[in-house]
């Protein structure tokens, strides 16, 4: 396949971005079992199969009470009741109780029919030590119901609990689990083809020879992937040469890849394999690192990073991972922002967007490098990036600098 045109002049990091998220196509929605279904994003809302609370029950452990019987209770005149029945958490018992008489009851067993409250042990003269047989009541219960949760309080059968396009983490899968939900329907995850160009590179840990080095965009893209819920189904190294490059888009094609992102051979150089070969439009962006930049909207989705390590991992935070989330259905892509003083000043390109890698120190950001875009090691430092505007000409000590968190 030939490779698309270049853009010509300079853009917007938005207009690069809009241009991307256009092109997206919505990901198939399937069926998975709710304990399956980490890292998916919801296709369908989540709806409650059961009433939460599933019965009137005890928030408390103590005695299930008649609240008519208690409600003058004091030190000086205690209440004594006899307990007739014993319910632990799990008992299907319904006993009778009369006037005058209680259940010892645990936190979760349901509620007697014919109690409305629950006396905690510490508002008994004997407490737990003293809680079978007859009982003094020595507090009275602020209200009728007290210490009861009742049915459906929470939600109902029915309800909406989650909303279309969720990110399904441990506490929204415990939810749906809670409300009886035993299967999701959210989107497949977007299959990735991750290609690192380059005849310098080599594996970590191997003997390196004059002008060659270890390659870790592969890493720090597949790490990347995982972490914004897709599946990398193909990571391979090509050289320099086209036709290498060529047999990896065919590889990725023929995996099924959604999203192929390649890093290095994008910019003005003589050995540009990506350049000379993919099938992208290639622009400047005015950011700073990754201003080159190629795309292709065709199938699978084609994204041509720049080499450099701190530009790959930009270049993906700001690109590839709202594009990974917009196809599987995702309502929220953007990252969290905060508003933080700089600890030291620092110096900002002239007319382009920066994103700088930063530390998070107390209620302040330091650069976690001297800069470049080349120091990989430092990268591994931060835990955010300082998103300063193009109009911005410095960064001074104490300016308050927007800052996207990425951990």
């Known amino acids: 396949m030939a490779a698309a045109a270049g853009g010509g002049g300079v853009i917007t990091v938005d207009e690069h971005r809009d241009r991307i998220l256009q092109a997206v196509r919505l990901l198939e929605a399937v069926t998975v079992p709710v304990d399956a279904a980490a890292g ?10 059961v009433d939460l609370p599933l019965f009137d029950n005890s928030a408390m452990d103590g005695f299930a009470v008649r609240f008519a019987d208690v409600a003058a209770a004091s030190v000086d005149r205690p209440v004594a009741l006899d307990v007739v029945a014993d319910l632990p958490a799990g008992s299907g018992e319904d006993p009778a109780l009369a006037a005058g008489q209680a259940a010892r009851i645990m936190t979760g067993a349901p509620l007697p029919g014919d109690a409305d409250t629950v006396v905690p042990f510490e508002d008994t003269r004997g407490g737990l030590a003293d809680s079978l047989g007859r009982i003094e009541v020595i507090a009275p219960p602020a209200r009728p119901g007290a210490h009861v949760r009742r ?86 190294v090509v050289g320099d040469d086209g036709e290498s490059l060529r047999r990896a888009l065919a ?46 909207a065709g199938d699978p989705l084609l994204f041509g990073l720049p080499g450099n390590p701190v530009s790959v991992a930009v270049s993906f935070e700001v690109f590839v991972r709202p594009a990974l989330l917009a196809m599987q259905g995702r309502t929220q892509w953007r990252r969290r922002m905060l508003s933080l003083p700089a600890l030291v000043g620092w110096r900002t390109p002239p007319a382009r967007r920066q994103y700088l890698p930063v530390v ?21 430092r931060a835990d955010a990036y300082a998103v300063v505007p193009a109009e911005v000409e410095a960064v001074a000590a104490g300016d308050l600098v927007d800052v996207m968190l990425v951990s």
Do not use: W
Request: net charge neutral; glycine share 14%; charged share 20%.
């Open 40 to 49: 998916r994003t919801l296709r369908e809302p989540v709806r409650a199969a």
């Open 151 to 236: 049915r459906g309080e929470e939600c109902r059968t029915g309800d909406e609990i989650l909303p279309a396009g969720t990110a399904l983490g441990a506490r929204q899968l415990a939810a749906a689990a809670a409300a009886g939900v035993s299967t999701v329907v959210v989107s497949r995850l977007p299959r990735v083809a991750v290609v690192s160009t380059g005849d310098e590179l080599r594996p970590p840990g191997s003997t390196y020879a004059h002008g060659q080095i270890p390659e870790s965009n592969g890493t720090l893209l597949q790490g990347l992937c995982r972490e914004a819920d897709a599946e990398v189904v193909l990571r391979t």
């Open 251 to 296: 590889e990725a094609s023929a995996l099924g890849a959604d999203v192929v992102i390649t890093s290095g051979g994008v910019s003005a150089g003589a050995y540009e394999p990506v350049k000379n070969v993919a099938p992208m439009r290639f622009d400047k962006v005015a950011m700073q690192p990754g201003k080159p930049q190629g795309f292709g």
């Open 360 to 380: 998070v120190e107390g209620d302040g950001v330091r650069p976690a490098s001297s800069g470049g875009s080349h120091l990989a090691a430092s990268l591994g």
